[in-house]
């Protein structure tokens, strides 16, 4: 079955380390996206790649860092930069940036990072 | 800019009873609207969407209606059970740079039902 893995589930990391959340689809979608989601905040997009190789900053880009080598696979790097790097991280990838499309999102099930 | 506006949270109903939840939105241009929900511990799933006014998804026997002279696009279902309780967000897709579309979600409402 077609979807998206993300991994680890669960993530503890020291304070002042980078750290990086996997995210790989087999649905051969475009396009990817990185979200943060805290409690009573909803979903904040953190970085978006419409094409492999490239990408673009969200709404709360810093202190994250991402790489989009291949069309499966778009990592996110959490570094020592981000002041509350504690919540829960979800990808989600659709078939493309166009209206047109009218693509909903495919979500993974997310990764829990703690930083203490 | 584009934006997305949900009642808050939580929503506490007994089984069986009828369920609203509120979505009005900002937008430039006509964007394609969506409900998603999350259940505890997992990721977001669609549940329905609309592309244009006046268009009605539905799915799981819930409901909503892209009304443009109102900017809404309201949750509902007649009779809901144990098992939606879940949090639901509203979402559409924001204009970006370069004539494309990017997926923007309002805070999420929590539904609570009863036995």
């Known amino acids: 079955d077609g979807g998206i893995t993300q991994s680890p589930k669960y993530l503890f990391r020291k304070e002042g380390q980078n750290v990086t959340l996997s995210c790989e689809q087999n649905?051969?979608?475009?396009?990817m996206y990185w979200y943060r989601q805290d409690p009573g905040q909803g979903l904040r997009l953190i970085y978006y790649?419409?094409?492999?190789?490239?990408?673009q900053k969200g709404d709360i880009a810093e202190g994250y860092s991402v790489s989009r080598e291949k069309k499966e696979s778009f990592p996110l790097t959490v570094t020592s930069a981000q002041k509350n790097p504690t919540a829960f991280y979800l990808c989600?990838?659709?078939?493309?940036?166009?209206?047109?499309?009218?693509?909903?999102?495919?979500f993974g099930n997310g990764t829990r990072l703690t930083v203490t | 800019g584009d934006s997305v506006t949900q009642m808050e949270g939580p929503v506490t109903l007994s089984e069986e009873a009828f369920l609203t939840i509120n979505c009005t939105y900002t937008?430039?241009?006509?964007?394609?609207l969506f409900w998603y929900v999350q259940y505890p511990g997992e990721g977001l799933q669609l549940l329905l969407k609309?592309?244009?006014?006046?268009d009605k998804g539905s799915n799981k026997g819930f409901e909503a209606t892209y009304r443009k002279e109102t900017t809404s696009f309201h949750l509902e279902k007649g009779s809901v059970q144990v098992s939606d309780s879940a949090v639901y967000f509203c979402?559409?897709?924001?204009?970006?740079?370069?004539?494309?579309?990017?997926?923007?979600f309002g805070r999420g409402t929590s539904l609570i039902v009863h036995p």
């Open positions: 790649s419409q094409i492999v190789n490239d990408f």
């Open positions: 649905l051969n979608h475009d396009a």
């Open positions: 609309a592309t244009k006014a006046d």
């Open positions: 937008a430039t241009g006509y964007p394609s």
């Open positions: 989600a990838s659709n078939r493309g940036p166009k209206v047109v499309y009218n693509s909903p999102l495919h």
């Open positions: 979402a559409l897709e924001k204009a970006a740079s370069g004539g494309s579309y990017i997926p923007t």
